[in-house]
């Protein structure tokens, strides 16, 4: 029988994913366990190689309900409120308990359960290479349950109604597995979690005094290439027992030198601890600045590695396999092979060439309609953002002869107008796409003013003050701007027009409206064309950037930075002060495309004649009031 194996573990998946050879079953909040079965003794060992069964001494006649002389069985060990909802702030209690009359209490008072989901080892036989659907058959077969143990099956019915039963009953969410799975110890792509509640672990770096007699928050982090990165303070969820406990096992710990990676967001007087100790915390969401939103302190855990606690990222599921480093696939009729789909694009993410595709898929219908009939000038980045790029403009003559192409100026454009050449570019390294500002059969001709809000070492709060002065002074004159994130640190405002005006004549317009703007607000703007000259704390109106010679990242765009940031149309109602440009990412902005629609549909639908606001423009300049 094997040694020790190290647990799978499921990837956090953003979206639902779909086909006949996904299973669910219930997320089990407690401890993991591989449970050891030879001859009649019963060994349990925590993800890190630690043994257990001490514990949970009512595990121990589980030899007696397993058909089986040797076996290795996964599972979780949970213990129940009174809705037969599993907490992990229950069992806490029962994994840091040493003494055994005190385990022997609780045991008998509140004894845990058992959900076993998988079979590794039976008699003999290795199964980890044996598909997931036979390992469950084998695992029905041989378990007999009683009240401390039982399977955890899959669940009949489609994942978005089971999602939401989970919901209702207050669940943490659902495993989806591929039927067709083998057991690999590591985290893979073939078992996704689909949270309803954001939890993970993190390492605790230091504590802050505060008024308890205890102390007032815990200071935690994740680590992230080679360093530990503070992620925020974790201030409730504690009770006075647990305060005591852990201040205790901290003042065992206390150092000189800060464990984090300098953030000038760890609050002064932070107390550090060697990062030893591992919290288990519960929170709203990731930050624009990712950090923890509304932290809560569900308990320690002292069967993970401490050095081995990352920031989990959502894996986008999608079209190419979660399994398989290279697929070919038919998309629109045309035969594309998609390489290297493991390669890390986003490396503090953990984002894979794989994610940026099945994002680009997955949002193929509505950016498409903003790439239709616009050169692309393409910029390339083949090994993840961190790696060499380069920009790349005339299109080579080996690319495929259906992706089509137009000649502007003597070079050889590509253009993106389905989703085969959307995704044929991706795959290439293009991690977002710009395009023309003007179409194809109407180049000099822009359908839309660019208002692009650049800060200029300032706040975003800056940004959305001047974006709604900007909005205020376009209602004044009548005409209708849709705002959208960049994906960087700046706001973009398409104003939509017909495409018979020239380049010259829309950069004019948005030229007069950054003088009005900044006219008016002076300690909000500064107007230098040279960067050394523009003031700092102040938002900068580039209007040069409308000219038939340059491209714009278009919306809906992934951007090469770290967080990987999606260019995102907004509501006007969501343009104020707390939004921040990076709170809009890979792993969540699908999700809220399906909720919110195109929102950026009137820059296509409704374009504007210039002629009347112009007038009003120049009422606006003379002081004069616009009716």
């Known amino acids: 029988m094997p040694g020790f194996l190290a647990p799978m573990g499921a990837s956090i998946a953003e979206s639902m994913p779909r086909g006949d050879k996904w299973t669910f079953e219930i997320k089990w909040d407690g401890v993991r366990g591989l449970i050891y079965l030879n001859d009649g003794a019963v060994s ?35 213990a129940l409120d009174s809705s037969g909802v599993s907490r992990f702030e229950l069992i806490q209690p029962r994994i840091h308990t040493s003494d055994a ?24 036989y290795d199964l980890r290479k044996t598909p997931l659907t036979e390992r469950k058959r084998l695992l029905e077969q041989i378990v007999k349950p009683f009240n401390l143990l039982r399977v955890s099956g899959s669940l009949p019915g489609s994942g978005e109604a089971l999602l939401e039963a989970a919901r209702q009953h207050g669940l943490e969410g659902l495993i989806a597995k591929s039927g067709d799975s083998v057991y690999e110890s590591r985290r893979s792509k073939t078992w996704l979690k689909l949270k309803l509640t954001q939890q993970q672990e993190f390492v605790i770096g230091g504590f802050t005094p505060g008024e308890r007699d205890t102390f007032g928050s815990l200071a935690v982090g994740v680590h992230e290439g080679g360093k530990l990165i ?20 901290m003042h065992s710990r206390v150092i000189d030198k800060m464990p984090f990676a300098p953030d000038k967001m760890i609050p002064r007087g932070t107390v550090w601890v060697k990062p030893e100790l591992v919290a288990q915390v519960k929170f709203a969401e990731w930050t624009s600045d990712r950090k923890l939103r509304a932290p809560v302190y569900l308990g320690l855990r ?13 894996s986008l599921v999608g079209f190419l396999p979660a399994d398989k480093k290279e697929v070919t696939a038919t998309i629109g009729g045309h035969a594309l092979k998609f390489t290297n789909l493991d390669k890390l694009y986003f490396p503090e993410d953990g984002y894979t060439k794989r994610d940026l595709l099945n994002y680009y898929d997955a949002v193929a219908p509505l950016i498409l309609p903003y790439l239709k009939d616009r050169p692309l000038s393409l910029k390339r980045y083949p090994n993840g953002i961190h790696g060499q790029f380069f920009f790349q403009k005339n299109t080579p003559e080996n690319y495929p002869a259906w992706l089509r ?57 800056k940004i959305v003050e001047a974006a709604l002065l900007v909005k205020a002074k376009l209602d004044a004159i009548g005409l209708s701007g849709y705002p959208k994130t960049t994906g ?26 950054a003088r009005l703007v900044a006219g008016e607000r002076p300690d909000l703007f500064t107007t230098p064309r040279s960067v050394e000259k523009r003031q700092k704390n102040r938002v900068y109106f580039d209007y040069l950037q409308l000219a ?61 004649q210039m002629e009347k606001a112009l007038g009003k423009l120049e009422n606006l300049l003379r002081g004069k009031k616009v009716s």
């Not at 005190?102 to 590794?120: C, E, G, N, R």
């Not at 974790?234 to 406990?245: A, I, P, S």
């Open 44 to 78: 349990i060992f925590t993800r890190n190689n630690n043994r257990c069964e001490r514990q949970y001494p009512e595990l121990l006649v589980l030899p007696h309900y397993i058909e089986a002389q040797q076996a290795i069985l996964d599972g979780e060990i949970v």
């Open 101 to 124: 009359s005190a385990i022997a209490k609780m045991s008998a008072k509140s004894p845990v359960h058992l959900y076993v989901f998988d079979l590794l080892y039976l008699d003999g």
């Open 230 to 249: 503070y992620t925020g303070n974790v201030g409730t969820g504690f009770t006075e027992q647990t305060l005591r406990e852990l201040l205790g096992k």
């Open 302 to 314: 002292s069967d993970v590695d401490p050095g081995q606690i990352g920031r989990e990222t959502a």
């Open 405 to 461: 192409t137009e000649m502007v100026e003597k070079i050889r454009y590509v253009l993106a107008d389905d989703r085969a050449s959307l995704l044929y570019l991706t795959n290439l390294g293009c991690i977002d796409q710009n395009p023309s500002m003007s179409r194809v059969g109407s180049l000099e001709n822009p359908d839309f003013i660019l208002i692009d809000l650049d800060p200029v070492e300032c706040s975003f709060a």
């Open 488 to 513: 960087g640190d700046g706001l973009h405002i398409y104003v939509p027009i017909e495409p018979h005006y020239t380049f010259e004549q829309a950069r004019s317009f948005a030229e007069v409206i």
């Open 548 to 608: 038939e010679s340059k491209t714009i990242s278009a919306p809906y765009v992934v951007r090469a930075y770290a967080g990987a940031p999606v260019a995102t149309p907004l509501a006007w109602e969501e343009v104020r002060v707390g939004i921040e440009p990076g709170q809009f990412t890979l792993a969540n902005a699908v999700d809220r495309f399906s909720r919110v629609g195109d929102l950026f549909a009137g820059v296509l639908e409704k374009p504007q």
